[in-house]
Each structure stands twice: as C-alpha cells, then as structure tokens.
C-alpha cells in the first residue's frame, strides 16, 4: 500500500515496475492480504508509470492486461542456447556437442543453466553428462532435482528444474483439480500426439474437459493440435511431473498409470474380422501410448490391473496381426489368454475370446496344428457355454476349418465350413458379414479341392453382397477379390485374372500403403502370373515397386512376407533397407537365359504345393 501511494500520489518522475511470476491466480487476484486488499489492488497504476508482469500462464497474463496482448516471450533458437550455455560453463566446447545438449534439453533456460552447474562442480564435459542423463528416467529426475545458485542469489534462493515445476504444479492444483489430475494421467501416455479421447472421462461435460486442458495449455505444460484432439507434453514437464508425483503425491504413480490403462483397454479400437478406415487410424493413435503402458512396471499387482492389461492385449494383439507384426501379436494375445485363464478361468467368455483369436493366428504363423488343437478346446467350451448355435461358436467352427484347410485336411474343412455357413444363415441372417465370411472360406475350400467354377460362383456372390452392403472400396472385400483372381488364374482365365489382381493392387495400396504385407501379398501374385504369360515388360514396370518407400519393418517376424519378400527379390525387387545390387538371387531381366526362368517357375510350383498361396498369402 505505501509503495503504491508513493508512486501514484508523490512520486513525480517516470518509472518501471516489474511484478515476477505471477503463476497463482487465488493468490494475486483473489486471497486478501492483512489489509484486506488482494495482491491486484495494490499495484499502482498511473499515466506515469509503467508495469512490467511475468507469469507462465497466458490465462493470467491476458486477464492481468486486457485489452493489450501478451509478449509471449519465444524458445531459445540455436544460437541464443548456445550463448546462454557457453555464458555458463567456461572451456572449449564442440559445437556438436552444444548442440546435442540443447536439443535433450528443449533449449528450457532453466534446463540449461542447471545443467552447466551440474557440469561446472563435477567437473562432467557435455558427453560425460549426457551419458549419465540418458542412463535412465531415475537418473534424469535426480538430475533435474539438482539444486543449485544463480544470479548471485542467496543460499535460500536455490532452484533445480523439479522444484521450478512444482510451483506450477501445485498452484494447477488448487486452482483446477482436473487440470492436474490430466497432467497425471498423461505422465503414463507417450509423450507426442496423445488422443483428448483418451484423457476425457466417460462422462465429462465437454466444457469442464476443455477448461482443464486451457489450464495446462496456458501454463505451457502441453501444446494442443489445431483441432484441440491431441496434445503433446515436453520430455522434461513429464519426467518433472513423475517427480512431482513421487514426491509430493505418494502412492499415485501406480493410480494414474492404472488410469492410462483403463482408458487405453476402454478405447483401443477391439478385434473386427475386417479392418476400417477409422480401426486403422485409431490404432495408429493409440498404438505407441498403449506400447508405452503394456511395459510399465506396476508396483503393485491385483485382478483389476492384470485384467485391464489382459483386455488391452487381446486388442492390440489383432491390430498388430492386421499390420503383419504377426509374431509380437502371437505373443500379446498368448499373454492375455494366459491372464484370463488364470483370474476368470477357461470358461469366462473373455477367455474364450482370447482363446478364440489366438487359435486364428497360430496357422498364419506355421502353427497349424496347434491351431487346430486349441481351436478345437475352444469350440467344445464355447458349444458348452454359449450354447452350439451362438455367433461366436459358429465363429470359431469356421475358424477351426480354416485350420484344418491350412493343415491340408480340406474334406473336414469343406464339411465344418458348410456347417457353420448353414448355421450362420439361420441365426445371423443371409447377408450378416459373418454369414458372408463363412461363404468366402468356403469358396477358399473349394478352390483348394480343385473345384474352381464353385469356388468362382460363391466369391462372387460374396463380393457382390458386400459390394452392395459396404461399398466396393470397403478393405473387406479385398481378400474375396484377391481370392477370385486366384480362382480365375486356375481355370486358365488370365486375362480376367490379372484385371482383377490389378484392380485389387490399387485398392490394397490405397487402403494399407505399398510395403503392408496384403499389398505386397497380391503384387508377388501377379508378378507371377505375369511370368506365365511371359509379360517381362510389364514385370520390368513393377519391378521399382518399393522405390522411395519406408523399410519393410515386418518381414524379420512375418513368414508370409519373407516369402512374398524372397519371391519378388528373384525378379530384382529391390525393398527399401536392401543394398544396391543386394537381392536372394542374382536377380531377373529380359536376358536371363532359360534356366533361370526355369528355377523360378520351379520355386512358384513349390509355393503352391507346400504353401497354397490362396491362403498363406492371403489373411480371410
């Protein structure tokens, strides 16, 4: 009160004021001091002055000054952080390694000065501290916990990062809850584009939702897209927060990463037996958080933990077989079966579920047998619980003849697969996708039975319902159409084979991209039925396939596509990753002698024998 009468009622000349770190709103606008008067009240405000106010929320800064604009003060550029770096830790300092120091510590001034402090009194260079920075999480929170002195300051005026952050952190607390608890809650998410779908309550008002995210948004915490649908966090807010939460909040670091399970069980698009638009890009979202969460490392265990995990697993495990990572989902979906059996027991329908899809992957992996053997423990259970004409029963009974059809037992499948078709007509309907699934791998039966005009007839009467029902683009009738074209190529039909084959190549690339393992599926068979045409040009045209293309980060751990893979290298295919001239042969081109030719006309024949590409490569 007497500094503010002095300048606005005696003091005659110009001056500055600089009011710092105005961070909590209670405390400045709201909490009265001795005087009864809030923080607020008692700036002076005259023509003749100027005020000067620092805060980290934008919120505060707005209200502090309106009508005027806040002066958002910007990151350090490169130049800035080195000068501020190099200002504080005297020596010869390579520019790369400045640079790299920079960049691990988002070029925050704090961050920097701290560490140069750290470096100045364990005489560490920029290496050595980096080394130990990025040992661990533990090891970066006690570094970011490192207190030191600057500015000449007082003994009591020690700062580390951690503590800076804490300030923020606890007054988000008093003034929104729920922006701290989103803050919590996103700690145990990756840190980069995480869905508001997974931070927003089952019932949240939309409005509480967005206000709590304006909180930390204000506060700088995390930065929105421009649609307000993902959000990321700084590398150093997290690990600061995970602190916070260790420190200050004991107990709840298990509370919020049981949440981001939740939610992420809750949310991850479930199993389909035909991808989406939306199931693929849901799953992109949500594949690197659930990741994440999938290793973190509960301090303490019970059923509601291990059966959200379990939950999440079986979900991811189906994405991830639909991206062809074929291996990493078999292990998934064996570690969701296995907790499920444990807390629930084989005859809960969550277990048979998991069951269920784990005896539809194991043929797609070599694993015929085995799936055959669960396939079969998993129909008797479901017949005795869900009764023998319940969707999911007649699901299995058609999964398990498609076991046996990848085993070889084609009449058993052709029976089982005739059963589950009939018995899907009555209880589902003629024209329910599974009823139509049933069709499909059906007509896949007969083809291997050699008895194409059938097979012929019932895919295309399966496309031409789906084509009605879901559009002619829906991914779910690919596998019918690459199917056709394979049927049509048995009967002699090549021109009518490879338009469809064609027509399938485009859709598949619009659909999962050019290197997904289906894509790649249906180019390894028409280039194949190009060479019984002897269409060498055109084999030539396609041969640039992968050019410009991502690596084929798949094929160590999918078998289908090291095969596809090792057929399209004999026609030198060159996918992205291999070295120039690198291919499993010593390559094709218009002047390879017979023998060549000879060899890969032989390698094709051993592939339909053993393999029977109708089905090894192609996922139904």
């Given at each position: ?61 707005i209200d502090l000054i309106l009508p005027a604009q806040p002066i958002p003060v910007p990151v350090l550029t490169k130049s800035e952080g080195a000068e501020l770096l190099r200002s504080r830790l005297p020596g010869n300092h390579s520019e790369e390694h400045i640079i790299e120091l920079l960049e691990e510590l988002e070029y925050i001034p704090l961050a920097i000065t701290q560490a140069a402090a750290f470096m100045s009194k364990r005489r560490r ?493 192609e996922v139904a």
């Amino acid at each position: 009160m007497l500094v503010q009468n002095w300048l606005e009622n005696r003091h005659e000349g110009r001056w500055l004021m600089v009011v710092d770190n105005i961070d909590d709103t209670e405390v400045f606008f709201k909490e009265p001091m001795t005087n009864q008067k809030t923080v607020s009240q008692c700036i002076p405000r005259t023509w003749k002055g100027s005020l000067l106010f620092t805060t980290r929320s934008r919120d505060i800064a707005i209200d502090l000054i309106l009508p005027a604009q806040p002066i958002p003060v910007p990151v350090l550029t490169k130049s800035e952080g080195a000068e501020l770096l190099r200002s504080r830790l005297p020596g010869n300092h390579s520019e790369e390694h400045i640079i790299e120091l920079l960049e691990e510590l988002e070029y925050i001034p704090l961050a920097i000065t701290q560490a140069a402090a750290f470096m100045s009194k364990r005489r560490r260079t920029i290496p050595q501290y980096l080394d130990l920075y990025r040992k661990s999480d533990s090891a970066r929170v006690r570094m970011l916990s490192y207190e030191f002195s600057d500015h000449g300051r007082q003994y009591n005026s020690m700062e580390s990062v951690a503590k800076t952050w804490t300030i923020s952190f606890e007054s988000i607390r008093r003034g929104n809850p729920r922006s701290a608890d989103l803050l919590s809650l996103m700690c145990y998410f990756d840190r980069h584009a995480v869905p508001a779908a997974l931070l927003a309550g089952e019932d949240e008002d939309e409005l509480d939702f967005e206000d709590a995210v304006a909180v930390l948004c204000a506060f700088s915490l995390i930065e929105s897209d421009e649609a307000g649908t993902s959000f990321d966090m700084h590398n150093l807010v997290q690990l600061a927060t995970k602190l916070w939460l260790i420190d200050e909040n004991k107990g709840e670091e298990d509370k919020w990463a049981f949440e981001a399970l939740k939610s992420l069980a809750r949310n991850f698009p479930a199993p389909l037996h035909h991808t989406t638009p939306e199931y693929w890009q849901l799953g992109r979202d949500f594949l690197p958080h659930a990741q994440l969460i999938l290793a973190h490392p509960f301090k303490t265990q019970g059923d509601q933990i291990e059966l959200a995990r379990a939950t999440l697993l079986f979900s991811v495990s189906r994405y991830l077989h639909w991206r062809g990572a074929v291996m990493d989902a078999k292990v998934k979906n064996e570690e969701s079966l296995s907790i499920r059996e444990r807390i629930l027991g084989e005859k809960h329908t969550d277990t048979l579920r998991s069951m269920g899809q784990l005896a539809w992957m194991y043929p797609w992996i070599s694993m015929e047998q085995e799936g055959v053997n669960l396939g079969q423990r998993c129909l008797e259970l479901r017949r005795e619980v869900l009764g023998p004409e319940h969707p999911e029963t007649l699901d299995g009974l058609s999964d398990l003849a498609m076991a046996y059809q990848m085993q070889g037992s084609l009449l058993i499948s052709e029976e089982m697969q005739r059963q589950a078709y009939e018995a899907s007509q009555r209880v589902n309907g003629p024209e329910h996708l599974d009823t139509l699934n049933c069709l499909s791998h059906l007509a896949s039966v007969l083809d291997d039975l050699g008895r194409y005009k059938e097979a012929e007839a019932e895919l295309r009467k399966v496309i031409r319902i789906k084509s009605r029902v879901l559009g002619e683009e829906s991914s779910s009738i690919l596998s019918e159409m690459h199917n056709l074209a394979f049927t049509l190529e048995h009967q002699g039909r090549h021109k009518e084979s490879e338009e469809v084959y064609r027509q399938v190549l485009a859709l598949k690339t619009k659909i999962y991209g050019k290197t997904h393992v289906e894509t790649v599926t249906t180019l390894v068979n028409l280039v194949l039925l190009l060479q019984d045409q002897m269409k060498y040009f055109d084999i030539q045209e396609l041969s640039g396939w992968f050019s410009g293309e991502a690596e084929l980060v798949q094929e160590n751990e999918n078998p289908r596509l090291r095969q596809a893979m090792r057929i399209l290298r004999s026609f030198s295919f060159r996918p992205p990753g291999d070295a120039a001239g690198e291919s499993s042969d010593s390559g094709y081109s218009d002047d390879k002698g017979e023998e060549k030719l000879a060899a890969v006309a032989e390698e094709k024949e051993d592939l339909k024998r053993e393999e029977n590409p109708n089905k090894v490569l192609e996922v139904a």
